[in-house]
């Protein structure tokens, strides 16, 4: 006598055999990149134990390796030399194998490329590994300088104040400044509508400039309070915060009044959309320019969690550029 299978359990059940079979997938080529990696280190470190034969001596190892193993790609000069420099930035295995054998080769020959500071490095190659970049993206993040925007700046917030200790060291660690909407073609008669409106066409890389665990919910957010209409500029929810995150944005300086109107609209996103599951929202005020003590000032007896930053629609001109730019002096000096 057959049994009888019932047809939800059996999709259940094949769907978890399915996302077993992914996860172990997933699983063998982190195994083998990480392999890879270490045997790259490994390389790295003959070479530099061996370095005092000259640049010979790599050569020599590019052609016969490649004589051995006529169909392994990786071994040319130019590679064995970033095994080498990885091997030298790196001589502490334990790091090699925690962080930097999670990423594939060539974003680790970008980390090379680009960043100098040791302490640096590893901090972007664990965002790199945390948040899935490419290498296009991690290469575009260390570009627009993430670091010294997510680290290093003196963040003009509340949150120490007004949020839990895990949120609001969470909230300060996702908020930047200035912010790079270097995706937005400006122009000099911009309103606040029209970055809005290129921040929203633009939304996967305005995502990608806020950082991870941010879900876009609206522009112009809609909320009648009291039969009067107020439109938020964007709304987010974060999944890592937990909480929704509320950003107005303004073409001129920081003036105080910007901080009522915004701690106004959270007290209604708070009342009005926010479940008790929810974290308390959090705002972010994004302007052309602020004077840090003024902001500081206005957000001091502010009851909403509130961060002030800047932002920027047109990257700056990479150092080499400006080096071969003449400067004004020397456009004045050739005018006279």
Sequence with gaps: M???????????TIEG??????????KAVLSVNSTLILLY??????????????????DNLSRDIKLEFPAAKGYSVRNL?????????????????EVLAQLPWYQNIALLDKIKDRDIHIWYARKAIENGWSRNVLVH????????????????????HRLPALQSELAQQTMKDPYIFDFITFKEDMIERDIEEALVKNVARLLLELGKGFAFLGNQYH????????????????????????????TGAFKPEYAGQLNFYLSAVDGMLKKDVDNPSI???????????????SLKD??????VSEYRVTSDLPDELKEQLPSVEDIQSRMK
């Design 2 to 12: 057959s049994l009888l299978i019932d047809d939800n359990e059996y999709l259940k």
């Design 17 to 26: 055999i399915k996302q077993d079979i992914k996860a172990a997938q997933y």
């Design 41 to 58: 280190y490994h390389i790295g470190q003959v070479i530099n134990e061996y370095k005092a034969w000259g640049n010979k001596f790599i």
């Design 81 to 97: 030399k970033y095994m080498a420099k990885l091997a030298t930035v790196f001589p502490d295995v334990v790091i090699v194998q």
């Design 141 to 160: 993040q260390i570009e627009s300088k993430l670091y010294e925007r997510q680290v290093l700046v003196d963040k003009v917030s509340n949150f120490d």
């Design 223 to 250: 909320l009648n309070v009291g039969g009067d209409d107020f439109y938020i500029d964007l709304l987010f929810y974060n999944l890592n915060l937990r909480c929704y995150v509320v950003i107005e944005l303004k």
């Design 283 to 297: 705002g972010l005020l994004l302007c052309k320019s602020k004077n840090d003590l003024v902001a500081e000032y």
């Design 302 to 307: 502010m009851s909403k969690p509130i961060g």
